[in-house]
């Protein structure tokens, strides 16, 4: 299985992004064709001959487009701003994935406190953020279900994305500070959107 010149390949993010994706594909030349739920392919046909979708981890969407392995992929802004040293061109809010990066923790989180142990998988976020309110931090990178950290006193706090904040209240926690909005973008690779650009635009325009 091979890309040939003309095509463009487009990465995106399998799970919550990749299901809100797929009713602003439907119905456009760029569907998916292939069913991802009956398949394990990880390169699907659309229904253009010019663009196959590529699925991958969220965490990945920014390396493979910066190499122009993908011409193009959609990420959320969460994973963007840890991966800020890829060179890639932010195109798009595509506006789905809304939620927000929050600071959690016990109810009186900031009194009097100087240092911190913060659970989170966004380290720099998490460090500018820190920072920005004068508090020291230790960072526990942990890859996921950082809610419970802080009830086994792995950490103090944590630093993840809250929607409902119905994962925070079940475990505890109560939303501190927001440190910013986030929602999903559609990033392009530089080379792509001189030698594609026809295509490029005619899916930022389905997206947009
Ligand atoms: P909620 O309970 O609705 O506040 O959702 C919080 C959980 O869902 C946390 O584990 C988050 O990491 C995850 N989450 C919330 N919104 C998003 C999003 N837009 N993209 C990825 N994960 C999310």
């Not at 010149?5 to 809100?20: I, N």
């Not at 991802?36 to 010019?50: A, D, E, G």
């Not at 809304?98 to 460090?127: D, F, H, V, W």
């Not at 630093?159 to 925070?168: A, P």
């Amino acid at each position: 299985m091979s890309i040939n010149k003309q095509e463009l390949v487009l990465a995106l993010p399998k799970g919550r992004v990749f299901d809100d994706l797929l009713p602003l594909l439907e119905g456009t030349e760029f569907a998916i064709k292939d069913n991802p739920k009956n398949t394990r392919k990880l390169l699907l046909n659309t229904k253009s001959k010019y663009v196959r979708v590529l699925l991958i981890r969220g965490w990945d969407v920014p390396t493979y487009v910066t190499s122009g392995a993908a011409n193009l992929g959609i990420v959320g802004k969460d994973i963007l701003l840890e991966k800020e040293s890829e060179e890639y061109i932010e195109l798009l809010d595509l506006g789905i994935g809304q939620c927000r990066l929050s600071l959690a923790g016990k109810k009186n989180l900031l009194e009097g406190s100087t240092r911190m142990k913060i659970a989170t998988k966004y380290p720099k976020s998490s460090i500018r953020f820190m920072e920005s309110i004068g508090i020291q931090s230790e960072i526990i990178y942990l890859h996921g279900s950082q809610e419970i950290a802080p009830a086994l006193n792995l950490s103090d706090a944590i630093i993840d994305l809250v929607d409902s904040g119905n994962t925070l209240k079940e475990n505890g926690l109560y939303e501190i500070q927001v440190i910013r909005e986030i929602s999903t973008r559609l990033i392009a690779n530089k080379a792509a959107l001189k030698t594609k650009s026809s295509i490029v635009q005619e899916i930022k325009e389905v997206l947009s």
